[in-house]
């Protein structure tokens, strides 16, 4: 069984990564956020440089729906060493898919299966695909993976469910044993090419899609890598702690390690206290209920108005558990 640590975009940028490797890893390959300018720009360029990054396999992800700044954004990773990149065509930003990228690019199918010939005829990398199964209805997906199906992806990411969900309500499953069926059994395409990806944040939750799906050997984490840094290691062993993370002085430490890698490593690169302050806020929703914190707890962190204030408040309600 392989596992795949998702791009998420916002979060997962190459300070994220290298922290996360440095202190839990154990996702066999990981995605980059989006790249989008045909010409990178310097966050995009020190987000992809091998030198910056400990992950590893590290595969890009292109957003586009032009062929000809695809291919040039992969023409500049191929110089970068890179030999495989990843389309996305799930974003569901409502300004993305306003401009026909990301899932958005799924409502104008015609379009898509050009912009498919076009790069899988010139791209001298691998591509793979990550795809939601349309964008209003389910009965989209149907044509969407006849489209697919023409080309030679590398693999295929399927997030079983539509754009206009977002990331509410429950992956539709059946879509996806529909392109099991397809795509192993009609054109005669490996399981090991397919993906799934969609609301893994636990064992259980695992167990349960290899219950209904027992051929699949990829999946997929984005999400619940960020809700439990410890997934990964978790699924690959049989047995798990069940203790929680501050009744654990070693996983505790631990924790605390990964947070202040974070920390520094964000105050090192971005102007002004502010932005350090929202960045670490933000993963504090991600992080609150892997940390075991309770309301007040949490309000604390939120109320700092300094990098100093952040510190000391962390560190009361981590490190005196300690």
Same mark, same amino acid.
């Given at each position: 069984m392989k596992y795949y640590f998702a791009?998420? *975009?916002g979060v997962a940028g190459y300070i994220f990564r290298n922290a996360y490797v440095h202190h839990?890893?154990?996702?066999?390959?990981?995605?980059?956020p989006f790249l989008s300018n045909p010409?990178?720009?310097?966050?995009?360029?020190n987000d992809v440089l091998p030198e910056n990054n400990a992950a590893a396999p590290l595969i890009p992800q292109i957003l586009s729906n032009n062929a000809a700044y695809?291919?040039?954004?992969?023409?500049?990773?191929r110089e970068f060493g890179y030999d495989k990149v990843n389309l996305n065509l799930g974003c569901p930003s409502g300004t993305v898919v306003s401009k026909k990228r990301g899932a958005g690019?799924?409502?104008?199918? *015609?379009?898509?299966?050009?912009?498919?010939?076009?790069?899988?005829?010139?791209?001298?990398?691998?591509v793979s695909l990550k795809t939601r199964i349309g964008m209003e209805s389910l009965e989209e997906w149907d044509g969407l993976i006849k489209i697919f199906a023409k080309y030679p992806f590398d693999e295929l990411i399927i997030h079983p469910r539509l754009r206009c969900e977002l990331y509410g309500g429950k992956v539709h499953r059946?879509?996806?044993?529909?392109?099991?069926?397809?795509?192993?059994? *009609?054109?005669?395409?490996?399981t090991d090419r397919l993906v799934f990806n969609g609301d893994i944040c636990s064992r259980e939750d695992f167990f349960d899609l290899k219950e209904e799906f027992p051929e699949i050997s990829k999946v997929m984490i984005g999400r619940g890598a960020l809700k439990n840094p410890e997934i990964f290691k978790l699924l690959k062993h049989e047995k798990a702690s069940v203790t929680p993370l501050r009744n654990d002085g070693s996983r505790l430490s631990e924790f605390i390690a990964f947070h202040d890698e974070l920390f520094n490593a964000y105050t090192g690169i971005m102007f002004g206290e502010k932005p350090v302050l929202f960045?670490?806020?933000?993963?504090?929703?991600?992080?609150?209920?892997?940390?075991?914190?309770?309301?007040r707890e949490l309000k604390k962190i939120r109320k700092a108005g300094s990098l100093t204030d952040y510190s000391l408040a962390v560190k009361s309600v981590l490190q005196a558990k300690l």
């Amino acid at each position: 069984m392989k596992y795949y640590f998702a791009p998420l *975009e916002g979060v997962a940028g190459y300070i994220f990564r290298n922290a996360y490797v440095h202190h839990y890893g154990g996702a066999d390959a990981y995605f980059t956020p989006f790249l989008s300018n045909p010409v990178l720009s310097s966050k995009e360029r020190n987000d992809v440089l091998p030198e910056n990054n400990a992950a590893a396999p590290l595969i890009p992800q292109i957003l586009s729906n032009n062929a000809a700044y695809f291919l040039a954004i992969a023409a500049t990773l191929r110089e970068f060493g890179y030999d495989k990149v990843n389309l996305n065509l799930g974003c569901p930003s409502g300004t993305v898919v306003s401009k026909k990228r990301g899932a958005g690019f799924l409502s104008i199918p *015609e379009k898509l299966d050009g912009f498919l010939y076009e790069i899988y005829s010139h791209c001298e990398l691998s591509v793979s695909l990550k795809t939601r199964i349309g964008m209003e209805s389910l009965e989209e997906w149907d044509g969407l993976i006849k489209i697919f199906a023409k080309y030679p992806f590398d693999e295929l990411i399927i997030h079983p469910r539509l754009r206009c969900e977002l990331y509410g309500g429950k992956v539709h499953r059946e879509s996806f044993k529909k392109a099991l069926d397809f795509f192993c059994e *009609e054109c005669g395409i490996s399981t090991d090419r397919l993906v799934f990806n969609g609301d893994i944040c636990s064992r259980e939750d695992f167990f349960d899609l290899k219950e209904e799906f027992p051929e699949i050997s990829k999946v997929m984490i984005g999400r619940g890598a960020l809700k439990n840094p410890e997934i990964f290691k978790l699924l690959k062993h049989e047995k798990a702690s069940v203790t929680p993370l501050r009744n654990d002085g070693s996983r505790l430490s631990e924790f605390i390690a990964f947070h202040d890698e974070l920390f520094n490593a964000y105050t090192g690169i971005m102007f002004g206290e502010k932005p350090v302050l929202f960045k670490m806020k933000e993963l504090w929703s991600w992080f609150t209920d892997y940390a075991g914190l309770d309301l007040r707890e949490l309000k604390k962190i939120r109320k700092a108005g300094s990098l100093t204030d952040y510190s000391l408040a962390v560190k009361s309600v981590l490190q005196a558990k300690l």
